[in-house]
Structures are given as C-alpha cells and as structure tokens.
Nanobody, 126 residues
C-alpha cells in the first residue's frame, strides 16, 4: 500500500522559510516523478514543483521559481520542498504527489499523479 506522509507545515511570517518533507512507503521516489501541489481555499489545486526520476532535474511554477527548491533523499525515500522568502499568497495546503507511471517525465498536470499525501497546512502571515 502506497503512503505519502507530508510534514513540516506551520504558521510563519512573510519572508520566513519552511521545509516540507514527504516520506514515501510502497513506492520508490527515485523511479517516478515526484511533485508538490498546493490548494488555497476556494481555488483549484495548482502545481508547485516537480522532480524528475532519472536525473533529478527540478521544474517549478513561475510563482515559486527562485524561492522554492525540491530535493530528494533516496536512502530515506523522501522528497523535500524548501520554501524561502515565503509570501502570504503561498498560504495553502501543500500536497506531495507521485506520478502514476514509472520512468516517465509527466509534467505538471495533477491527473498524471496517482498517489497523494494528506496535505500539510502552510500559513504565511503578513
């Protein structure tokens, strides 16, 4: 059974940093694209960042580029999202996701990600 468990969310002030973790079991993070998405109240879930399986190349939404960084620890089967210079508009529930397909670079569409965590709340106050 696949489980993705996020942690690290919280309440911070604008300009602060947070690191989210996503511990995976039942799937191997190095064999598929892993992504982070977020959903703010009243808004659709949106792509934040992705990490390719093959060479660990990262790609991000324009809104977070230069501030957020994804990484992974293969030994711990865990992916991370380092968030710097947080803004109030970053407030959302953040979800870790694993692509359905192994060994494929799937892009940004939520529909390509079949495995989801329960989410962790990030709140940034101004």
């Amino acid at each position: 059974q696949v489980q993705l468990v996020e942690s690290g969310g919280g309440l911070v002030q604008a300009g602060d940093s947070l690191r989210l973790s996503c511990a995976a079991s039942g799937l191997t993070v190095s064999k598929r694209v892993m992504g982070w998405f977020r959903q703010a109240p009243g808004k659709e879930r949106e792509f934040v960042g992705g990490l390719t399986w093959s060479d660990g190349i990262t790609y991000y939404a324009d809104s977070v580029k230069g501030r957020f960084t994804m990484s992974r620890d293969n030994a711990k089967n865990t992916v991370y999202l380092q968030m710097n210079k947080l803004k109030p508009e970053d407030t959302a529930v953040y979800y870790c996701a694993g692509a359905l397909d192994l060994y494929s670079n799937v892009g940004r569409a939520p529909s390509a990600f079949g495995y989801w965590g329960q989410g962790t709340q990030v709140t940034v106050s101004s």
